[in-house]
């Protein structure tokens, strides 16, 4: 069975930083092209990011282009968001989810297999 557990997130002005990591276990993370997505209270959730299988593609929320940076750690089995420059709206729970499609990649919270349980991140003015 495979597993997603979220971590890093936390509370930070605006302006800072925080890294979220996203273990898998259960299977290899190679095996998934692994999205970021957010959700706002009282919001629909939303797509953030994306990194395909081989880590050699990735796709972007115009909301975060230029401040965030998704990476993956195949040999860690841990996919990264390293968010920047943060600002309150950046507020959300933020959750990591894998795809097993085999090539390209999808910014539809629809087209993933496997979510976790997602991790808090508080942006303060």
């Known amino acids: 069975q495979v597993q997603l557990v979220e971590s890093g997130g936390g509370l930070v002005q605006a302006g800072g930083s925080l890294r979220l990591s996203c273990a898998v276990s259960g299977r290899t993370v190679s095996s998934y092209t692994m999205g970021w997505f957010r959700q706002a209270l009282g919001k629909e959730r939303e797509f953030v990011t994306v990194i395909t299988r081989s880590g050699g593609g990735t796709a972007y929320a115009d909301s975060v282009k230029g401040r965030f940076t998704i990476s993956r750690d195949n040999d860690k089995n841990t996919v990264y968001l390293q968010m920047n420059s943060l600002k309150p709206e950046d507020t959300a729970v933020y959750f990591c989810?894998?795809?097993?499609?085999?090539?390209?990649?999808?910014?539809?919270?629809?087209?993933?297999?496997?979510w976790g349980q997602g991790t808090q991140v508080t942006v303060s003015s």
């Open positions: 989810a894998a795809d097993n499609r085999q090539t390209g990649y999808s910014r539809s919270y629809y087209s993933y297999d496997y």
